[in-house]
């Protein structure tokens, strides 16, 4: 069981480029969800997805965000024309079944963004 | 609203001190509550949920409905303990939408 894997750990982007980070979860897991933690700050929860679905995107910015976790292959956090203050820690983690007690949730190592 | 407060950023004991770190929360109905460990930018690693009532490396955590307090403890503190500590809730029905705290950072002095 490798874990939840994240890719790339670290990536720099100029401002206006697009970045797109990767999340295979722990194998066999269909919940995957994405955390941001800004410098200084905790994580906050972005969005809930299962297999080709999205089950709850009320931590997104309304723009330039997007999430996927299609059916072959992992979730997809893609922001679109990156500003500065998108530099952050991105998380992300999954679970068995919902997170409800008994499933835990298993987080990545993080993709840092950069952008200069 | 839910909320997870951790007062201290920084907490320094010496090697075999006690050691507590906070966390107080706020929300409406029944918690679940965790910690959650981070060592040297690694994943974050659950070190113990309340519902499951266990000890984990030593660590202990009661949660008092009273003072909506989840505090972290452990006896004798070791070198190894020093890493980001990060308190979270669940809330009711929502699934792996954790609220985290800020988060603390343990050093242990040899």
């Known amino acids: 069981n490798a874990g939840v894997m994240q890719n790339p750990r670290h990536l720099v982007r100029r401002r206006g480029q697009e970045a797109r980070l990767r999340c295979s979860p722990v194998k066999g897991h269909s919940h995957v969800y994405w955390y941001r933690q800004l410098p200084e700050e905790g994580l906050k929860f972005m969005v809930y997805l299962q297999k080709e679905n999205i089950i709850d995107e009320s931590g997104m910015p309304k723009e330039r965000f997007s999430a996927e976790f299609p059916k072959e292959g992992p979730s997809i956090l893609r922001i679109q024309q990156v500003v500065r203050g998108d530099s952050a820690a991105y998380f992300c983690?999954?679970?068995?079944?919902?997170?409800?007690?008994?499933?835990?949730?298993?987080f990545g190592e993080g993709s840092w963004l950069t952008v200069v | 609203a839910q909320r997870v407060t951790q007062p201290e950023k920084l907490l320094s004991v010496f090697k075999g001190a006690p050691v507590e770190l906070k966390c107080n929360y706020s929300y409406s109905g029944s918690p679940e509550l965790f910690w959650y460990v981070q060592y040297s930018r690694q994943r974050l690693q659950l070190l113990l949920r309340?519902?499951s009532r266990e000890s984990i490396k030593g660590f202990t955590a009661d949660l008092n409905k009273g003072e909506t307090s989840f505090h972290l403890k452990k006896p004798f503190a070791q070198e190894e303990d020093s890493a980001m500590y990060y308190c979270?809730?669940?809330?009711?029905?929502?699934?792996?939408?954790?609220?985290f705290g800020q988060g603390t950072i343990l050093t242990v002095h040899p």
């Open positions: 309340h519902i």
């Open positions: 979270a809730l669940q809330g009711g029905t929502s699934y792996g939408k954790l609220t």
């Open positions: 983690a999954s679970s068995s079944g919902g997170g409800h007690s008994g499933n835990t949730i298993y």
